[in-house]
């Protein structure tokens, strides 16, 4: 299929359709089914469909095989349906208030000229990628395993921001909002925050930048949060305020929703609920088989080469290892380019098969500081964490 570029007058008349159609009702039903069809929204490329209002976009797998998920690939989760669709950047500012000694307002002309532009490469991974394989299965968006990529960001340290603002003695968390609201006041607005300590880390942006471009609307134009290591759910998106606060917050995006049991592996027996939660954070250590397909038949005595990602919550990938026996014997795996803690890293491995029948893949990644992936699948209430290790089948003949 041709490729057609949307531009900013083209994403505002479709999400204005699409809205307009909900509104009276008269949107195709199909468009908040779970049918995983393609679509093309405005400034994407062909994504996965889970659902239209708001978007929840998958990116499919073959565009994994790169080592920097284009801009018009990466998925797109939303969590509330009205969401921005168009930005003036003569009036959009970001307010930093709370308890700070100097509340002020920036525009996207202060960001870029009264902050150092820092840039790395980091994963962004929904908290439920993932979730569809749990068993039993459990409520929200059935994401695969589409729902991440691996993207260079440019912004300015949030820390720079903030002491420029001057944080008070006695503060506590800083609280992100961005341009989305409900459709109804009594949908909770999707507030995140960060403790005080992390939120002064240095790697923490306001990024303004995706791979050397502004961001795509569906992404989070004009600035978001780029928390790196941690799940995505922080990384808010439209970003319009940053609020210093004295007590912890209250709100529903954190005190209820994206919590997992309070223990080491996050997990508890499949289908009963945790006594203790807190607040998802770090991601766990992945690693995911890109080439060949599941399936995929090939000749005997003809090489065949397997490729994938892994990455990790911030730790750096020290090795993954192949098996193509289903787990019985286990191979190194030459490593690709490193593009830092952050980011992912390409892995490879050949062999040529000598006997015809089905060959089960399996990899297996650890990071710096032994963190690894389990055997069998841990279960969560919400289905975040997935990091199983997974399994294809191919063919030789």
């Given at each position: 299929m041709g490729k057609k570029e949307f531009t900013r007058r083209d994403f505002l008349k479709t999400a204005g359709a699409i809205t307009a159609m909900t509104v009276l009702s008269d949107i195709p039903s199909t468009l908040f089914a779970e049918e995983r069809k393609l679509v093309r929204?405005?400034?994407?490329?062909?994504?996965?469909?889970?659902?239209?209002?708001?978007?929840?976009?998958?990116?499919?797998?073959?565009?994994?095989?790169?080592l920097i998920t284009p801009n018009e690939a990466l998925f797109v989760r939303w969590h509330i349906a009205?969401?921005?669709t168009s930005v003036d950047l003569t009036k959009w500012r970001l307010k930093i208030n709370g308890n700070v000694k100097q509340p002020f307002e920036l525009s996207m002309e202060d960001l870029k000229s009264k902050f150092e532009k820092v840039s790395y490469t980091a994963v962004i991974q929904c908290s439920g990628n993932g979730r569809s394989f749990f068993n039993p299965r459990v409520a929200g968006g059935q994401w695969k395993n589409g729902a991440m990529g691996n993207v260079t960001w440019s912004g300015v340290r949030l820390k720079d921001i903030l002491n420029m603002a001057g944080i008070k003695i006695g503060s506590v968390e800083v609280a992100f909002n961005g341009l989305d609201s409900g459709p109804l006041s009594s949908v909770p607005d999707f507030v995140k925050t960060l403790p005080i300590d992390k939120a002064l880390e240095e790697d923490i942006i306001?990024?303004?930048?995706?791979?050397?471009?502004?961001?795509?609307m569906l992404n989070g134009f004009p600035a978001r949060l780029v928390v790196p290591g941690w799940y995505?759910?922080?990384?808010?998106?439209?970003?319009i305020e940053i609020t210093v606060l004295d007590k912890p917050f209250e709100g529903f995006w954190m005190k209820t929703a994206y919590r997992i049991p309070d223990n080491p592996c996050g997990c508890v027996e499949p289908g009963t609920n945790p006594k203790k939660t807190v607040p998802v954070s770090r991601m766990t250590t992945r690693s995911l088989i890109i080439e060949p397909q599941d399936g995929a038949i090939f000749k005997r005595g003809r090489e065949i080469n397997i490729m994938g990602i892994a990455f990790s919550g911030?730790?750096?990938?020290?090795?993954?290892?192949?098996?193509?026996?289903?787990?019985?014997?286990?191979?190194?795996t030459r490593l690709g380019k490193d593009l830092g803690r952050y980011s992912w890293i390409q892995w490879f491995y050949s062999f040529k098969p000598t006997k015809s029948g089905k060959y089960v893949l399996m990899a297996r990644a650890t990071n710096s500081i032994g963190e690894s992936q389990p055997f069998e699948s841990l279960w969560n209430p919400a289905g975040y964490l997935w990091n199983k290790i997974e399994k294809i089948e191919i063919v030789v003949e």
């Open positions: 929204f405005p400034e994407k490329t062909e994504l996965i469909l889970l659902t239209s209002r708001p978007p929840q976009l998958e990116t499919p797998l073959h565009y994994f095989k790169e009205n969401i921005p306001v990024a303004y930048e995706m791979n050397g471009k502004p961001l795509p995505a759910t922080y990384w808010v998106k439209a970003l911030g730790y750096s990938i020290k090795d993954v290892i192949v098996s193509i026996d289903g787990g019985t014997t286990w191979h190194t």
